[in-house]
């Protein structure tokens, strides 16, 4: 075949391979500890691990039904309905997927147009992106930046100018990656105004449903008023059971949205994860005390990775939730002549102190508002943040001002 540069879609170009790939390379030349991708380093729970041992044993490799086995679509029903009072019917109203991804992709192209637009909060997963790209739809980003207290927030103006004729879906993450906050009621309420005078359709992506800190409430969109008819719910099995790798998710909500995903869905994958899905149901249905541990644990985590990032002298955001700390580097670059914006921090990082972080320049459609970002993974052994800790601090501590 001839050499020709226009091989890839025009509607991928820019998207390139993802930071997370050369980062994760530059972590094994160097052998830096990895912070960089959000991937647990521990197993999941025994009894979801024995059940997907035992579906292999027991013979369930072969295609599932196409939404998904009946006992999982029940369990993430009856999941909705013990943590949120939301009750859907299992077999028209919940489709289970290739993890979150593909819930997000079967949505956004099964609903969207050519020239539609999606009204998005950035910095965002990097999947929304590119799923709107090869819709032929236009994201229209409104910035969540820190506030005074350093909690991240949206403007509200800008949130109203962004919406428009063409706008079809408002797509939302909460709790959100990268800057792990959780958006509170009042939020949450003006978005569902807005969706409902505009007649939006909500997209909501709730893979951090569980890992919340200090107290806060997730609270789905679909539970407020006028939202269910209108809200595609999507989750994941990969963080909640530390299980990333198994790709277990699901959409719910109103007979018609489900449907108009599914539809792209089953023509993306068809199905996946035959002996994985019961082990999923298993763990939906585990005691509340395992969700309350699971949540206290990483809140454990977050606390050690937050103070040795203070103690290394970077500004630093306290997450309300997630796998992820986020930090402002211009203090510890002007005292300590490191580079100045994350990408190229990020790129030096290793090299100085053997740590890998991921600028979050990546998670922005106008990348100059994340430029001086950088994030953390804290999911990982308490050992393994207090030694990538340790390496900060000695890297920066004795530079920058106390
Ligand atoms: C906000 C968000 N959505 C979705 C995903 C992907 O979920 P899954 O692995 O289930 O596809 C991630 C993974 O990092 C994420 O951070």
Not at 375 to 393: G, N, P, S, T
Request: aromatic share 8%; with cysteine; charged share 20%.
């Amino acid at each position: 075949m001839t050499e020709r540069d226009d091989v890839l879609t025009a509607k991928l170009r820019g998207f390139g391979t993802t930071i997370f790939a050369e980062m994760s390379a530059l972590a094994v030349e160097t052998g830096a500890i990895n912070l960089g991708q959000g991937f647990p380093d521990t197993d999941g729970p025994g009894e979801v691990l024995d059940t997907a041992v035992a579906a292999i044993r027991d013979g369930h490799n072969q295609y599932p039904p196409g939404p998904g086995i009946a006992d999982l679509r029940c369990a993430v029903a009856e999941h909705q309905r013990r943590f949120y009072g939301l009750d859907l019917d299992p077999d028209r109203q919940v489709v289970i997927t290739a993890g979150a991804t593909e819930a997000i992709a079967g949505a956004l192209l099964g609903m969207l147009d050519a020239g539609d637009e999606v009204v998005v909060f950035e910095p965002m997963y990097d999947s929304y992106a590119a799923s709107i790209a090869l819709a032929d739809a236009t994201a229209v980003p409104v910035l969540l930046a820190p506030d005074d207290d350093g909690t991240f927030v949206y403007d509200s103006n800008e949130l109203r100018t962004a919406i428009g004729a063409r706008t079809k879906i408002l797509l939302l993450n909460t709790p959100h990656n990268p800057t792990g906050k959780v958006f509170g009621r009042a939020e949450l309420e003006e978005i569902a105004a807005l969706a409902i005078e505009h007649d939006l359709i909500v997209v909501t992506d709730e893979v951090y449903e569980h890992l919340t800190f200090d107290g806060n409430e997730h609270i789905p969109i679909a539970t407020l008023p006028g939202m269910f008819e209108r809200t595609l719910t999507i989750s994941s099995g990969g963080k909640t059971f530390r299980t990333t790798g198994w790709k277990i998710g699901w959409m719910s909500g109103p007979d018609a949205l489900v449907a108009a995903a599914r539809t792209a869905k089953q023509f993306l994958t068809f199905v996946n994860g035959a002996p994985f899905q019961p082990a999923i149901a298993a763990g939906l249905r585990l005691g509340d005390d395992y969700f309350a541990e699971l949540a206290g644990s990483l809140q454990t985590a977050r606390d050690h990775l937050v103070d040795g990032l203070r103690g290394a002298g970077f500004t630093t955001y306290v997450p309300e939730a997630t796998y992820f700390v986020t930090v402002d580097v211009r203090a510890v670059a002007a005292a300590s002549g490191a580079p100045d914006t994350g990408l190229d921090f990020c790129r030096d990082l290793p090299h100085r102190c053997g740590v890998v972080a991921v600028p979050d320049e990546v998670f922005y459609a106008r990348p100059e508002h994340g430029r001086h970002l950088v994030r953390f993974a804290c999911c990982k052994q308490l050992d393994v943040i207090d030694a990538a800790a340790e390496r900060l601090r000695g890297a920066f501590a004795a530079e920058v001002p106390a």
